[in-house]
Structures are given as C-alpha cells and as structure tokens.
C-alpha cells in the first residue's frame, strides 16, 4: 500500500514538473517565428537603446496600401508582437525636434515618399491594437530610401546621426542629435 502511494507521488510530482517546463518553454520569446532583437547605441552622449521583435519578409508583400504586414497609411507598430520601444536616457532632437528622456512606444506610419515616426508616452503595448495619439509626445516625418541590400528580417541600427530602420528593400533614416 505504502509502494502505491510512493510511486503514485512520485508519478504526479514528475507530471507536475514536465507540466511547469512546458508551459516555460512555451513562453520562450527567443522561439517566436519574430524573435526579439535590441539595437542600442551611443548618440551626442545619449544612450539609445530600441527593442523590437523582427518579422521576416518571407516572401510576402511588405509595404504598399494593402499590405498586411506594414501597409501605407495606418499606424505600425515598427517590428511585431509588442509594441517596439524607444529609449534614451538623456533629452534628445529627433529630426530637429525635441524628445525627453525617456522609455517610449516606438511605432511609424509607412509611406512611399514619407514616413511619420512617433513616439507614444505607453511604451508597453501588445502591437498597435490600443494606439491612442492623444498618447504621443512626438511626431516627426521623414524620407524612406531604397536599401543597398535586401533585409530579409527587420534590423534597427543606432548610428552617430540616429537611427535607421531596415527592411526588405527599405531604409528609414531618423536623424538624432
């Protein structure tokens, strides 16, 4: 009897434990088919750092009007899963205009000659599912250009002059000082 109730504990403490680290690994966000991904960097003394989750083209249509990943046109939220976030811990000038220090909701309204970038003052969001623009603090607009190579998963670089989304045959510079 005593034999039963041992291995009947034991069985149930094992499922309980497989159970737990099946449930962890599901929540594994390096698994995701848009892994996370952070840029970070060093402009005029202010750290920039951007985390993201980074789609892949896959073959599909990225940006036009109708596109379903990043149409033009309606708000993005510029990398997928949770809204890609912006943070820099000193005041900045982002395309001549000033941004606090701060942690922002980072997303873009695509366009094919301009892009509107905002940054929204509720950094933790699922997509842009709940985007308020009475929640911006700012907005700026910039040009697109053609990218040198094609980037197949979307990459954010912080350079000495801002920073620079880069996808599929895209490139959009945001200017930072």
Known sequence: MITKRMNWTIALTLMGVMMTMMSWAQGDKANRPSPPATATGKIKGATITINYSSPSVKGRKVWDPSGTLAPYGKVWRAGANEATTFETDKDIKVEGKELPAGKYG????????????????????????????????????????????????????VTNKGIV?????????????
């Open 106 to 157: 980072f997303f873009a309204i695509p366009g094919e000659s301009e892009w509107t970038i905002i940054f929204n003052k509720v950094p933790n969001q699922w997509g842009a599912f709940k985007y308020e623009q009475a929640q911006d603090q700012l907005r700026v607009t910039t040009k697109p250009k053609k990218s040198a190579q094609m980037n197949e998963r979307l990459l954010y670089d």
């Open 165 to 177: 989304l880069k996808w599929e045959n895209v490139e959009v510079p945001v200017a930072i000082q």
